[in-house]
């Protein structure tokens, strides 16, 4: 008798994105032309220096089992950067180095969330949300972003959830937000920070496009002016795609000079998925 998959195996979909991408590689290879719009993938090809670089790094013998958590230096190197973009102070060691943002949205819902526990999404929202909190056996409860609202994230949702919900528990917030555009205020993190403080609700916020503002600037929910959060509010941090630009950044100075400005720098930055990083604060 063939060996059963089980009935969580049988549940698991699949991520649209990726079904469309094998399908345009599959009309590239037979030679249509195609514009590919699914994955956020880096048009550049990896610069010199990156190439060089990893190169050494494998001569020099760092081909072996790393630390669990990352490597320290990267995680050092991660919290300088959130300490100066976002007004933080964190160490490397509340950082964890890992191959993607979606692990931590996994390791985030194992870690926080019980069974009929409730999750608040605004929506649309990323594909692979709702099957980490369905995987363990949570409700997903939506906000919709409307365009009448710039796509922002509703505090009177956020405050009804809080307050009418049997067992709300987490957040996920996703700003620069895929696919809306939609970028949180200040004001809206601070309204979040305000209502969710000394309750047990953890926020998920999903940051990817940090450095993908062109009017305004990119706020993050442990910045320093809701640094008055309660230490019980947990935040994961995921910075993905903008932080590829080690791939990027040659090109950018290539476009726009050494002395561009951040927004313009910006524009030379694309998509690229490499490494996140999550943290508990
Ligand atoms: C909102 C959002 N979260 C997460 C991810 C990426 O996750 P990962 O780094 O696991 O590919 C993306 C990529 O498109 C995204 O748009």
Redesign the pocket.
Known sequence: MPAQFSQFASSVGVESAFSVLAIAKRLIAAGKDVIELE??DSPFSTPPKAIEAGVQAIRDGHSRYGPSLGIMDFRNAAAEYVNREYGLSVTGEHVIAGP????FEQLFCEAFLNPGDGVLVFSPH?PTYPPNIFRRDARMVLSELKASHDFRPSLEDVRRFLNEDKAPKAIFL?SPH?PTGGVALFEDLKGIADLIRGRDVVVFS?E?YDRMVWRGRHHSIPSRWIRSVDDKVTIAK?A??AHAHWRDEERSQALFGDDNSRSERDVGASHN?NR?FSGTY
């Open positions: 994955i956020g993607g943002a979606k692990n990323f996703n895929n999903d990817p995921t993905d795609e998925l996140s």
